[in-house]
């Protein structure tokens, strides 16, 4: 059984930078997929912020592609979510996910299989 | 603005077939997949692909596709299947991912 547990500090001030990691049990990054970011403004819709490859290949929402970082460490099966500058906009349920979209193949439409419970990140002084 | 547009939303009486649908141009070349979200809980897989169910998915839980809609069905809706749906697709340059606004699901 595949699991996903963000973690994270629950507050972040204003123009620093968020930082959340996602544990994966039950499945080894590098065998294959690549691995989400989700996120969703409290009352509103979900926003993809980006996916890894176990290589480190990344892709990014590009409303957010100047501000975010995605990396991956195979060793502790895990991988990682940095947004810097943030403002209250980004306050948050930051979701990780399991991606299962080959993103070299145009033919491969994708789906996000496994989610962790989400966590809250809030942006506030 | 998302490239994905859903119905804010729809309402269906108990036992009823409700639809749900998802427009948006990258679903002329990409399958969309649908989550369900219940208050207070993480997304959940409920159709992917042509028209997959995930193990555990009731089977009163279809998809289809025609053009660029994309639809959700529920034959015989229940009460635990209002929530919020979401469709998500590949967008029209295949390098991002992107999810419609959503629609709320009230069982009547």
């Known amino acids: 059984q595949v699991q996903l547990q963000e973690s994270g500090p629950g507050l972040v001030k204003p123009s620093e930078t968020l930082s959340l990691t996602c544990a994966v049990s039950?499945?080894?990054?590098?065998?294959?997929?690549?691995w989400g970011w989700i996120r969703q403004p409290p009352g509103k819709g979900l926003e993809w912020i980006g996916s890894?490859?176990?290589?480190?290949?990344?892709y990014y929402n590009p409303s957010l592609k100047s501000r975010v970082s995605i990396s991956v460490d195979t060793s502790k099966n895990q991988f990682s979510l940095r947004l810097s500058s943030v403002t209250a906009a980004d306050t948050a349920v930051y979701y990780c996910?399991?991606?299962?979209?080959?993103?070299?193949?145009?033919?491969?439409?994708?789906?996000?299989?496994?989610w962790g419970q989400g966590t809250l990140v809030t942006v506030s002084s | 603005s998302s490239e994905l547009t859903q119905d804010p939303a729809v309402s269906v009486a108990l036992g009823q077939t409700v639809r749900i649908t998802c427009q948006g141009d990258s679903l002329r070349n990409y399958y969309a997949s649908w989550y369900q979200q219940r208050a207070g809980q993480a997304p959940v897989l409920v159709i992917y692909?042509?028209?997959i169910r995930p193990s555990g998915i009731p089977d009163r839980f279809s998809g289809s596709s025609s053009g660029n809609t994309a639809s959700l069905t529920i034959t015989g809706a229940q009460a635990e299947d209002e929530a919020d749906y979401y469709c998500n697709s590949r967008d029209s340059s295949g390098n991002h991912r992107v999810f419609g606004g959503g629609t709320k699901l009230t069982v009547l």
């Open positions: 692909g042509k028209n």
């Open positions: 039950g499945y080894s990054l590098s065998n294959a997929y690549f």
């Open positions: 996910a399991r991606d299962r979209v080959d993103y070299y193949s145009s033919g491969s439409s994708g789906d996000f299989d496994y």
């Open positions: 890894i490859y176990h290589s480190g290949s990344t």
